[in-house]
T-cell receptor, first 111, second 109 residues
């Protein structure tokens, strides 16, 4: 059974640029959630995808968008990057709303 | 008001000691409760779910008080490997986990 894998592991971007982060869900899981964790804080919910549809969203602006593919993998896109977007981005897969497994995250630095 | 609040610590304890800490949550309709463990610069990992009747998993004991809306975690006979940040997590709908900011525990030799 493969776990949740995220790519890239680290990324440096310039303010105003766009970024795409990727997540492969755990085998058998059909739901993917994305979280942002700033330094010293707990993870904050961005959104969740279930069967390729967004079915829940946190308090993040529209420049945070996502996709889920038929194989349940997912992408997080962030446009017009701001310095405050620097954080660890975590993807979690689950079967419905149970059994969340987190990937090791992508550390994004915006300069 | 934050959805989940935790004492950030740090709790610095000797090996073998008992350490306990709490978190509070704001939404009385919350359905599920968890403790996650996060090591430095790593992903959160589920430590244990928390049930209304309280539950144990080895040296770890979790309690839930729905009336007062708080959750506790107790670690007995602390090991060096217990050093980590412990995240209190609450779910009150089908799609969102709400995390506290974490309680840092350091176990010293």
């Amino acid at each position: 059974e493969t776990g949740v894998t995220q790519s890239p592991t680290h990324l440096i971007k310039t303010r105003g640029q766009q970024v795409t982060l990727r997540c492969s869900s755990q085998s058998g899981h059909n739901t993917v959630s994305w979280y942002q964790q700033a330094l010293g804080q707990g993870p904050q919910f961005i959104f969740q995808y279930y069967r390729e549809e967004e079915n829940g969203r946190g308090n993040f602006p529209p420049r945070f968008s996502g996709l889920q593919f038929p194989n349940y993998s997912s992408e997080l896109n962030v446009n017009a990057l701001e310095l405050d977007d620097s954080a660890l981005y975590l993807c979690a897969s689950s079967l419905g709303s149970s059994g969340y497994t987190f990937g090791s995250g992508t550390r994004l630095t915006v300069v | 008001r934050k959805e989940v609040e935790q004492d950030p610590g740090p709790f610095n304890v000797p090996e073998g000691a008992t350490v306990a800490f709490n978190c509070t949550y704001s939404n009385s309709a919350s359905q599920s409760f968890f403790w996650y463990r996060q090591d430095c610069r790593k992903e959160p990992k589920l430590l244990m779910s928390v049930y209304s009747s309280g539950n144990e998993d080895g040296r770890f004991t979790a309690q839930l008080n729905r009336a007062s809306q708080y959750i506790s975690l107790l670690i007995r006979d602390s090991k060096l490997s217990d050093s980590a940040t412990y995240l209190c997590v609450v779910r009150f709908n089908d799609y969102k986990l709400s995390f506290g900011a974490g309680t840092t525990v350091t176990v010293r030799a």
